[in-house]
């Protein structure tokens, strides 16, 4: 049971980034996945979310319209598009698996997690 993040990086405010989660077949194919993200001094909050097919996505209102996810089932892989970026999205990003098919904005819906990639915006 893998997940590895990457795509992080230092960004200027109205950038973009791209941020990939790779995962091991088993843990991933017939799960739904998803973003989270976490703050120094902050929980750990919900960003965006995809169901097991990808028919399926929900987002935080802080990101709606800003950010994309996706994913691809055939490579196990999953991606959160960013754009629009501001100091407030500087946070560490972490994906996860569901215990079930679809999308989820609870972290107790959750059960698999990466350890994290830094994403920060500069002003």
């Known amino acids: 049971v893998q997940l590895v993040e990457s795509g992080g990086g230092l960004v200027q405010a109205g950038g973009s980034l791209r941020l990939s989660c790779s995962a091991s077949a088993r843990t991933s194919t017939n799960n739904g996945m998803g973003w989270f993200r976490q703050a120094p001094g902050q929980e750990r909050n919900f960003v965006a979310s995809?169901?097991?097919?990808?028919?399926?996505?929900i987002y935080a209102d802080a990101v709606k319209d800003r950010f994309t996810i996706s994913r691809d089932r055939v490579k196990g892989t999953m991606f959160l598009q960013m754009s629009g970026l501001t100091p407030e999205d500087t946070a560490v990003y972490y994906c996860?698996?569901?215990?079930?098919?679809?999308?989820?904005?609870?972290?107790?819906?959750?059960?698999?997690w990466g350890q994290g990639t830094q994403v920060t915006v500069s002003s």
């Open positions: 995809i169901s097991w097919n990808g028919g399926g996505t």
């Open positions: 996860a698996t569901t215990r079930g098919a679809w999308s989820r904005r609870s972290k107790s819906d959750y059960i698999y």
